[in-house]
């Protein structure tokens, strides 16, 4: 496989957990503000722009309005917005169409819809009264987006590039919606209940704990539980498993940073939700994240990539 070509397809996966990401984060928020906790509705959404380093391009654009429609209209519609949910589906589809010939056309459908309906205006008309439909919108259509790899794509080393930045993106946010949550909601268990649902983990987590588990408990799940497909352990082992299958990779450096990256992971002490230490933790998962997609590019570059055809930038 080309060098360009595993680049677009690890960016494909990035960029489409991406958006599903940001729009569950929004749909929390929201959800929080729902619940009449006593915390301003600025303020949520400020603790959400501060997790994803998007205070001051918020500001730039919009000045201090924190509405729900400004905050939707930056967060998913805005095109000058790198970050935004219709430039990271933008970006992906961009992608999709460099390796067309190299994936089923059933992904290449399922993007353009989505890309389509982001761009069509209706959802947007919904930014300050209707929110929950454009969250519920665009999850679906990710969901079907990431149906059609599960289910067209030849489990090869095009599929292990495009699911490896998959979960690399996803271990980065699931980080976030814990940063995010702990800073607005502390130990309120039933916002930790409704991040569980957000990333269909309220089911697996109850069954196993109650729902009336202290916030810990939720964190360490969403953390270290091996099992837990939107974990963040869960989601490392998984890229360091499929970095270490392609094929020609024994001398690359990717795996052996994900592997480490894991294992710090699986033995680490999880901090409290009121601990200083679990902020630290967090970002430091974060930089080894981006010292793994790093790898993955120079291990590329190395073997033949072009670093001028495809940009590594981090969120």
Known sequence: ?????????????????????????????????????????DLVWRDLLRVLYLEDAHLEAHGEDLSTGSINTFLVFDRTNRSSVVASVTEARTNVMNVRD???IE????????????????????????????YETVTEQCRAVTGSIDEAMTRDDGYRFLVMGRMLERAEMTCRMIDVNRTVSGRDGSSWMTVLRSVSGFHAFTRAHGPLAPADRVIRFML????????VLHSLQRAARLAGEVAGAGAWKSPRVAGRLQADL?????????????????????AGIREASEAVHNDLYQFGGDPQLYSFEAL
């Open 224 to 231: 270290v539980d091996p099992a837990f497909p939107f974990g």
């Open 107 to 134: 992904l290449l459908e399922a993007i353009n819809r989505l890309h389509t309906r982001l761009l069509s205006g209706a959802l947007e008309g919904l930014s300050e009264r209707s929110p929950h439909e454009i």
């Open 1 to 41: 496989m080309l060098s360009r070509h595993a680049e677009s397809l690890f960016w494909i996966g990035r960029y489409i957990e991406r958006a599903a990401y940001i729009t569950r984060m929004l749909d929390v928020a929201y959800n929080k503000q729902l619940e009449h906790s006593g915390r301003p509705a």
């Open 266 to 286: 699986e033995f680490a002490d999880i901090p409290g939700v009121d601990s200083p230490a679990l902020e630290a933790m967090l970002e430091q998962i974060e």
């Open 102 to 104: 190299i994936v089923p």
